[in-house]
């Protein structure tokens, strides 16, 4: 089973969600006529779901289709205090008002796909994504500007910055690369791994973890000087390898989420793991944890899990979606109290009960 991260650079992974795609029929035509976007599929969430799906009309020109064949597609959302950011394919940068309640497609400066989407403690936003690609903005996504990350033509998959000064992106090929001037340069480090990675986080300066293909998984203890290697206990599903897609981290808590359905939990900065039963087989590509301590991970075909801890059984799992498959959830970002959700089909998931909010 592939992962989404995987067809970052292969591009040959169709949506269970029904992503449109802009191609050519070279076997039975010579040549092609100019694209035309096609309408995303409506996506309807199933009834007394507690969310609200959001799916922004917007007018969205596809690019190259040798290098961009997909349309809607979202990796990356970050709350902020007055706007929700996203991202996805095809230089898609998407901002919400709070204020004025509306969804606005944002002018970027590099045409691509962007993979990663965070922000730094200073409130300054970052884009990472195909081609060495590497954007940031100063003022809450309004206007942005391309940071040179040379190494390029190789992707830029995941972004941590755990000071507004230090920071951490990982990518195609064990490319690591960091920042300790708030991202005006970036060295490449030393990587123990050819292997691509698909998620970083780092706790503070020194101590991060970071998680690609093929069971992937490296901590390191002195700022990326050092890197060990970790053999998780992952018993074999298929006959390739999991990946290991998304990782996030607060404190001494680390999570990591792949494919199957894997998810691990240290409680010790990364120094052990120990696996986390989820109930499914299903690829996850986002987790994280709200202010209650309740995790979230979401994944291929419409899957959303809810772990809720307290109990004497160990982790309570709750599919809050049921069996929804309208759509492949890419990422998730988690506040105090709320979620919110991206995919592709161009949804987006906000934990409402009323119009999108942006509290925490």
Known sequence: MMSFS??????????????AIVACASLFFSSCQKERVQPLPKVTLPAGAPFVLVQPQLSVQPADSKTSPYIGVLTGVVSLPSHLIVSGYQGTILRYSRSSKKWTLVSSPVRGDFYGLT??????????????????????????SAVTSGVAP??????????????????????????VDGGDHWSRL???????????AFSDELHGVLGGWHKTLLTTSDGGDHFNTVDLPI?????QKPSLNSIWS??????????????????????????????GIKDLYGVCR??????????ERGELIVLSSGSQAGWKVS???????????????????RMRVVGSNGSILLQETNAPSLAK
């Not at 190789?154 to 920042?179: D, H």
């Not at 018993?235 to 006959?239: C, P, Y």
């Not at 709200?290 to 994944?299: F, L, Q, R, S, T």
């Open 6 to 19: 995987q067809s970052y650079n292969s591009k040959r992974k169709l949506f269970s969600g029904g992503a």
């Open 119 to 144: 922000v730094t403690g200073s409130g300054t936003l970052w884009i990472s994504g195909d081609r060495g690609l590497l954007m940031k903005s100063p003022d809450a996504g309004l206007h942005w």
């Open 154 to 179: 190789l992707f830029l998959n995941a972004i941590s910055f755990p000071t507004p000064t230090v920071g951490y992106i990982v990518g195609e090929k064990g490319t690591i690369l960091k920042t």
């Open 190 to 200: 030393s990587s123990p791994v050819q292997k691509n990675l698909y998620g970083v």
């Open 235 to 239: 018993q074999k599903i298929t006959r």
């Open 250 to 279: 607060q404190g001494k808590i680390v999570l990591v989420a792949g494919d199957h359905g894997l998810l691990f939990q240290s409680t010790d900065g990364g120094r052990s793991f120990t696996q986390i039963q989820t109930g």
């Open 290 to 299: 709200m202010g209650n301590g309740d995790i979230i991970a979401v994944g």
């Open 319 to 337: 599919r809050p979606l049921g069996s929804f498959h309208g759509t492949d959830w890419l990422s998730v970002s988690c506040g105090n109290a």
